[in-house]
């Protein structure tokens, strides 16, 4: 299994007046055991899980640039990581996911 990054964006969040860019910490396997340790190891709380339709983790910029990637996370591109997510929702919901 692998754990992957997509790039940062601006999703919306405002942290103290600001917009702040994030994304995601995701897998491209049903089992999420890895994505867990990996995120554990980074310093994220299993509270931050998301898990609905595409199970992940946000990420801020910090997080993504000085540290999930140099923990073995992939860094994908926006395309690579939405076919990734289909693939996975596929799996775990079927084709009319």
Same mark, same amino acid.
């Given at each position: 299994?692998? &754990?992957? &990054? %997509?790039?940062?964006?601006? +999703?919306?969040?405002?942290?103290?007046?600001?917009?702040?860019?994030?994304?995601? !910490?995701?897998? %491209?396997?049903?089992?999420? %055991?890895?994505? +867990?340790? !990996?995120?554990?190891?980074?310093?994220?709380?299993?509270?931050?899980?998301? @898990?609905?339709?595409? @199970?992940?983790?946000?990420?801020?910029?910090?997080?993504?640039? /000085?540290? /999930?990637? /140099?923990?073995?996370?992939?860094? &994908? %591109? $926006?395309?690579?990581? &939405? /076919?990734?997510? $289909?693939?996975?929702? +596929?799996?775990?919901?079927? @084709?009319?996911?």
């Amino acid at each position: 299994m692998t &754990v992957y &990054v %997509d790039p940062l964006a601006n +999703h919306g969040w405002i942290m103290y007046g600001r917009l702040i860019q994030s994304c995601h !910490l995701f897998t %491209d396997s049903v089992e999420i %055991d890895e994505l +867990h340790e !990996l995120a554990q190891r980074i310093g994220l709380k299993r509270a931050w899980f998301q @898990p609905k339709s595409s @199970p992940h983790y946000d990420l801020t910029a910090t997080r993504h640039q /000085a540290v /999930a990637i /140099a923990a073995g996370a992939q860094e &994908v %591109d $926006r395309h690579q990581a &939405v /076919a990734i997510w $289909r693939a996975r929702r +596929h799996e775990l919901f079927g @084709p009319s996911a």
